[in-house]
């Protein structure tokens, strides 16, 4: 049956920790995820994706800052515009060339978010690249950057990430959706926009978590299911020790207690279950899952469902 899906796009499809974030670097990962995203739209499925620009975003910053002396340094959502568009650009031409009668286009979105949100005092998401903790001290001291630990891989600059309130260009969306156009959106959770003291939408100088404006598109496009796509095939419990446990369809009461007792790390694991349980929370279907496993994942064979 067909069904409307919103998928989101892990950071590793595009980029992985450790690989230096050339161009052919991403073009080899973009490759590997329209080999799975295509198999799904193949399926006769409509498909809204919300890809990750962490990585994306951080080094298009570096670059503005390190050509400071020749060329005007750019604000973090003009850094966020352009980051979605090479990426939808890459997707576009990957999709395109493995379904040529499809209609594949992207939309620059921006994300409304409330200037009051706390997250402005606290700088929560991680961004470019990696550091160990001698090279992040030195930044955090020279360069007055916020740095933070992530998940274990090394340090990263940290930026504020405040929520995602509302979707500026959802009805854009929708449209391309009934229309049969496989949309890719909300890229990087969406350009930052708030509004300012004349009511006047304006960017900001924050990185929206992906997978949190993925639930709000998927709210607002009332999507069937949403999916997120990642580097493992199954959430754990006791995660990387020897006790643990893979889950593969669980109830929304589980998810919440696994939740609370602290399974999924802050950061990685943490926002993707936060998400999929408030979705499963409507009745529907949330999934995490690899990027190889998506269409088994989406049958029901592979993959954690979150079943509301
Ligand atoms: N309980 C858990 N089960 C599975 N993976 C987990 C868990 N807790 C943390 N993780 C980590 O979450 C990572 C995926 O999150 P993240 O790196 O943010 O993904 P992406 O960049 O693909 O959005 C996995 O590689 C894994 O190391
Ligand atoms: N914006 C965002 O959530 O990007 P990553 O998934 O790459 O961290």
Not at 274 to 301: H, M, P, R, W, Y
Request: charged share 25%; hydrophobic share 35%.
């Amino acid at each position: 049956m067909k069904k409307r899906v919103v998928l989101a796009l892990g950071g590793n499809a595009i980029l992985q920790p450790g690989q230096a974030g050339t161009y052919e670097n991403q073009k080899a990962n973009i490759e590997t995820s329209a080999d799975s995203i295509s198999k799904i739209i193949k399926a006769g499925h409509e498909l809204v994706i919300v890809h990750g620009n962490g990585p994306q975003v951080g080094q298009i910053l570096r670059q503005n800052e390190l050509a400071k002396e020749e060329v005007p340094v750019q604000p973090l959502p003009i850094c966020s515009s352009e980051s979605q568009g090479f990426i939808g650009y890459m997707l576009q031409e990957s999709l395109k060339n493995r379904l040529p009668e499809k209609n594949v286009a992207t939309v620059l979105t921006m994300t409304e978010v409330d200037l009051k949100d706390e997250a402005f005092n606290h700088p929560t998401k991680p961004i470019g690249s990696f550091y160990t903790e001698e090279e992040s001290q030195k930044l955090a001291e020279e360069k007055g950057w916020v740095m933070g630990e992530d998940a274990g891989r090394g340090y990263r600059r940290l930026v504020a990430s405040p929520e995602p309130k509302q979707i500026v260009e959802v009805d854009v969306i929708k449209t391309m959706l009934e229309n049969e156009i496989v949309v890719v959106s909300t890229g990087g959770g969406g350009i930052p926009v708030a509004k300012n003291a004349e009511g006047k939408l304006e960017g900001v100088a924050a990185v929206i978590d992906k997978d949190s404006s993925a639930l709000r598109l998927s709210k607002d496009v009332a999507s069937d299911v949403l999916m997120i796509l990642t580097d493992v095939p199954n959430v754990y419990i006791n995660y990387g020790q020897e006790n643990q446990e893979k889950l593969e369809s669980i109830s929304i009461e589980k998810a919440e207690q696994y939740y609370n007792e602290g399974h999924f790390s802050d950061g990685s694991m943490g926002p993707k279950m936060a998400a999929c349980i408030e979705f499963a929370k409507l009745g529907k279907t949330a999934i995490i899952c690899a990027l190889s496993d998506a269409v088994e994942a989406l049958e029901g064979t592979a993959g954690t469902r979150i079943v509301g």
